[in-house]
């Protein structure tokens, strides 16, 4: 007999047993009774992955918009408190509407109102302060390495960039899998954001390269879609792969203070 794998119906999101092999079956959903073809691949990049991705994306350019704002403000200000703002607002914000927006996301696809609100409630909590932290961390690890080399050029400021937006990533992505109450999903989180953000953070300085004529406002919203374009990817791809190989951790939960992942009304096989 096959191996048997979880995956997630394409109408209601409820988890579905199915054999992995490398042959298109057709799957009739027993929740919803929506019946469409599926075929395993392992680098199979499903609708929902996309659509985490395009949330990502929207969560970031909301938050670039609000950012600016802060940027601009302090923009010339020496003062403390207009350092503070701009160090802690913009991560903060930028954590707060993509933890916000990925956070909701589940609910918004499938029509679940509540589930829609607690998440996005939840992701834009934890992500305000994992941004906030975040940036401190980020802001310290550019500075460090910079300081430390001679005559920084691209190559050393594309590498401060990503270990610092990597940190950031990492953050946002546990606030997602806290967000998702499951042991499983924070660890995978975790994973994911650290590659999002490091993949947002290597990109981000050859493409100001590209859109300098444009102005910095150009290339930080360049930067910042990519950022929460790549979080929104990964998060969701590796977690589709986690609950597939049906790792325990992901029917594990985190905490009773948060709504029930929905993936726990279902019985691990």
């Not at 990502?56 to 938050?63: E, I, T």
């Not at 029509?111 to 994992?130: A, D, E, V, Y």
């Not at 990817?233 to 929905?262: C, D």
């Amino acid at each position: 007999m096959p191996e048997k794998i979880i995956i997630k119906c394409k109408n209601c999101a409820k988890p579905l047993r199915v054999p992995r092999i490398n042959k298109t079956i057709k799957i009739t959903c027993p929740h919803c009774s929506m019946v469409y073809n599926y075929t395993w691949r392992f680098y199979h990049i499903s609708n929902e992955v996309m659509r985490f991705s395009f949330t990502g994306m929207l969560g970031a350019f909301a938050g670039f918009l609000i950012a600016e704002m802060i940027i601009r403000y302090t923009a010339g200000k020496t003062g403390m408190s207009a350092q503070l703002l701009n160090l802690f607002g913009v991560f903060g914000i930028m954590g707060a509407l993509i933890g916000a927006f990925l956070g909701g996301a589940q609910g918004y696809y499938t029509k679940n109102r509540f589930r829609m609100i607690s998440g996005s409630k939840t992701g834009g909590i934890f992500g305000l302060f994992g941004g906030m932290i975040s940036g401190l961390i980020a802001n310290f690890l550019y500075g460090f390495i910079l300081s430390n080399m001679q005559s920084p050029g691209l190559f050393q400021q594309m590498a401060a960039r990503t270990a610092g937006w990597a940190v950031f990533g990492m953050l946002l992505g546990a606030a997602y899998g806290i967000k998702e109450n499951t042991v499983g999903d924070l660890k995978t989180g975790l994973m994911s954001g650290f590659i999002g953000g490091a993949i947002a953070g290597l990109l981000f300085d050859p493409i100001s390269m590209i859109m300098s004529a444009g102005g910095g406002a150009f290339s930080r919203a360049a930067g910042f879609v990519i950022l929460g374009a790549a979080l929104g990817f990964s998060i969701k791809f590796f977690q589709e792969k986690a609950e597939e190989s049906g790792s325990s951790e992901m029917f594990q939960r985190l905490t009773y203070r948060l709504p029930e992942n929905v993936r726990l009304d279902y019985k691990q096989p």
